[in-house]
């Protein structure tokens, strides 16, 4: 009787022996942390972003920083709002994915290969166009990715609605100018009283 509890105990042991290696397996391939990793479709300095533009309608919507100015491409006597302009710019210098796909389909499955926006961020590097494709209602967000590079993203919905803004939201309204125009004012006085 005790030579088979012997047996019975050991082959327990082995079985949790075993089950610890397996185990222990598994949390080698988690991050240390236990979170996932932040993956970035775009990711840089706000202040390198020279230019950026979108398709809105038939219109392509551009737009370039002069000194610490961002103007419309189109007329660039328009006064625009500086606030949602630099808003705008610092969502495009990081762009989180809510998911990478690495083995994807074709474009045409995420509607990349005729895409619902287009947006260019321009730096002294160069130009990246982001590429918009369909919507996935049920994560949601849009099909996204960096024309040239292979790696398809989903990325939450509040960029592509972020940048179908009609060009009268971001200009600066009467009241904005009027406030500006008087900070200036009052500096230029401050500043010939020195």
């Keep these: 009787m005790k030579g088979k509890r012997l047996i019975f105990v050991l082959i327990l042991l082995v079985i949790c022996i075993g089950a610890y290696f397996v185990v222990k397996r598994l949390d080698l391939n988690k991050t240390d942390s236990g979170e996932e990793e932040t993956v970035y479709v775009n990711q840089m300095e706000a202040g390198d972003i020279t230019g950026f533009s979108y398709v809105n309608g038939e219109d392509t919507l551009a737009f370039s920083k002069d000194g610490d100015t961002w103007r419309y491409d189109g007329d660039q006597e328009l006064s625009m709002n500086q606030t949602s302009i630099t808003s705008m710019v610092a969502v495009l210098a990081e762009i989180q994915a809510m998911q990478a796909l690495e083995d994807h389909e074709e474009l045409s499955e995420y509607g990349l ?82």
């Design 113 to 194: 290969d005729k895409p619902s926006n287009t947006i260019s961020i321009t730096t002294k590097e160069g130009t990246k166009e982001l590429i918009i494709g369909n919507e996935n209602e049920a994560a949601d967000g849009y099909y996204a990715m960096i024309n040239g590079e292979d790696k398809v993203y989903l990325i939450s919905s509040s960029l592509p609605s972020k940048f179908s803004a009609a060009l009268d939201t971001l200009k600066e309204t009467e009241s904005e100018e009027t406030a500006t125009e008087t900070e200036t004012a009052a500096e230029d006085e401050t500043t010939s009283q020195e």
